[in-house]
């Protein structure tokens, strides 16, 4: 059931060796997602940006309905644990928001510190993860996004900040989205727990090398999405001519 879901999920961050991250690919659909578990993955990620292109929404502009909608059709496609991003939480109170997440058949969540482009304060969203937390209880593995870098703070220090506040909420995973390569081993040294990084298919370190640095799982946004979207074009272009 979901909560044995959900501790096998939050088991699958533990007692791994550094250059074995937990790789999570992001399906936007249930067909993606029976390709990755069939591929032997041990769970999936949803990438609301992924989900909302092939919703047909810009990313950030899927209502909250069609997105717990499309992470049910998701997670009822497999039998691997299945977390959501639920980008900000679409405005739910934390009651609401865990149930829906159990309703869709969610064991884990990834759920952002910024809204509309800016920073939320830092303690207010702490004090919000805690009570997502109290509300799942251990039926839910939270993984708090850190929006520092892509909203142009770049300095290393305020993102284990805001890591320690959200670990301290309950968070059972930090994700310094877009954390530049070269301060991935200083970010590891100052935070407890796990640490989610970002990879980009094709480009950068591979996610092994990326295990090195300091990561504890890798997922791939709506990258791989776009890398599918991109050999449909081609597909097509071909057909076309």
Request: glycine share 10%.
């Amino acid at each position: 059931m979901v909560t044995a879901g959900a501790g096998r999920f939050r088991a699958l961050h533990h007692g791994r060796p550094p250059e074995e991250p937990l790789v999570l690919p992001g399906p936007w659909d249930a067909a993606s997602a029976r390709v990755f578990a069939q591929a032997g993955f041990p769970a999936l990620a949803t990438p609301s940006a992924g989900v909302a292109a092939s919703l047909g929404y810009a990313d950030g502009a899927t209502p909250a309905d069609e997105m717990f909608a499309a992470v049910a059709r998701i997670a009822r496609a497999v039998d691997v644990p299945v977390s959501a991003d639920v980008e900000d939480g679409y405005g739910l109170a934390p009651k609401e928001l865990v149930e829906r997440l159990l309703e869709a058949g969610a064991v884990g969540c990834n759920v952002e510190d910024s809204a509309d482009g800016v920073l939320k304060d830092p303690a207010e969203h702490a004090e919000w993860l805690a009570e997502v937390r109290r509300e799942a209880g251990d039926r839910l593995f939270l993984n708090a996004r850190i929006d520092t870098f892509v909203r142009g703070v770049d300095d290393p220090g305020a993102t284990i900040e805001r890591a320690a506040a959200y670990v301290a909420a309950g968070a059972d995973c930090v994700y310094p989205i877009a954390a530049p390569v070269a301060v991935l081993p200083l970010l590891r040294s100052g935070i407890q727990g796990p640490v989610n990084v970002l990879a980009r298919p094709g480009q950068g370190p591979s996610p092994a090398e990326l295990g090195g640095l300091g990561a504890t799982r890798v997922t791939f946004g709506p990258g791989l999405q776009r890398h599918a979207e991109d050999a449909a074009r081609e597909l097509a272009r071909r057909l076309a001519e």
